[in-house]
């Protein structure tokens, strides 16, 4: 994976990961903590026994914001800080819907877009949430 090689440590599996179309986040092993972004120490215990685990990919939209663009760059798209049910938060976009909908309390639920190296998590509001914003 050519641009994989470049990134190290930690940051490298969770690449690894993605570009395999998996999401993962690490845990301690000591207190049970969940965490993100992919570090080599706990930051909530200070255990060294990490361990990566699949993220259940369920979050719920705890900051979002729409970034404007013209339309022939592209058109708005919205950026967002989710917390994930393990507990992390990390930065994102929700899809799928006009960013102005993007709510805070929102419930998401993750995939892998893209591809190899280029892979990253994205969100998409989850079927009740989007129902809910339907009726309004």
Known sequence: ????QGVGGADRRFKEALAAGRFDIQRCRSCGSHFFYPRVICPHCGGSEIEWVAA???ATVHSTTTVRRKAE???DYN???VELDEGPRMMSRVDGTPSDDVRIGMRVSASVAGAGDGAFVVFHVDGRDAQQEGAR
């Not at 994976?1 to 994989?4: E, F």
């Open 1 to 4: 994976m050519p641009g994989v």
């Open 56 to 58: 259940s990919g369920r």
């Open 73 to 75: 760059q592209g058109g």
């Open 79 to 81: 950026v967002c800080i």
